[in-house]
């Protein structure tokens, strides 16, 4: 037996309000989720994964305005915003030792280990992803230093633990290496008092991949864009 058809306007007002607002709400979330599904395949589409070594110098005006060395990489991925301007986002790790301030006879060695990410905005003056580019952006980082001052029989490895943050500044330059870009680069981070490390340089290179994500154009009969 069929269903007894009923009109909308048969139904009490306050009933077809809420059915009108459902259905009103729920295509709206369709479409909201449809635009947001797009955006995100056309982001990831034009990323590049990085990934290289650098060496960083850190600058400490404390210890004999000495420059210790740290050697390590990163792995990033930089995604595209506009025309010309794209964000990168490093994951950094670096090691380095170096002999203790103040040992006289120089048999303690200092370990450093920094952690951290160091995003920035990158504005490429001609086209993103190719040729020059300068960066604006932040570093945040673990800091950790065994044997920051001479050990004693009470503690025979001390250590100082953390957090150093940064305003960096960055030049560099992309080239095409066979399937990716090849990137050299020279950073430059200005730091807070508080830093145990108030001025550090990092200089590398990395080479990325562009990701395989493609979106596609539909053309109709027409010869209008859908």
């Known amino acids: ?56 110098g850190n600058y400490s005006p404390w210890f004999e305005e000495d420059v210790y060395l740290n050697i390590g990489g990163e792995i990033s991925a930089e995604f595209s915003l506009a025309k010309k301007i794209t964000v990168n986002i490093p994951f950094a790790a670096h090691y380095g030792e ?73 030049i560099g330059q992309n080239r095409p290496y066979r399937r990716g870009v090849l990137t050299p680069y020279l950073n430059f981070g200005i730091g807070a008092n508080a830093n145990e490390y108030p001025v550090n340089a990092r200089v590398g290179f990395t080479y990325g991949f562009q990701s395989n994500v493609k979106t596609k154009k539909r053309f109709n009969k027409s010869k209008s864009w859908q």
């Open 1 to 56: 037996m069929d269903r007894p058809y009923i009109r909308l306007r048969d139904v009490p007002r306050y009933q077809s309000n809420l059915v009108y607002y459902i259905m009103l709400s729920t295509k709206i979330r369709g479409r909201v989720l449809v635009v947001l599904f797009f955006c995100c395949q056309s982001l990831v589409a034009q990323t590049y994964v990085r990934v290289g070594p650098s060496v960083l």
């Open 98 to 170: 170096h002999k203790l301030h103040g040992d006289v006879n120089e048999t303690v060695f200092t370990e450093n280990r920094l952690v951290g990410i160091c995003p920035e905005i990158r504005y490429h003056p001609r086209k993103r992803f190719k040729n020059m580019f300068y960066g604006l952006g932040g570093e945040i980082k673990h800091f950790k230093s065994v044997n920051f001052h001479p050990p004693s029989n009470a503690n025979p490895r001390p250590f100082l633990v953390g957090w150093e943050y940064y305003l960096g500044f960055s």
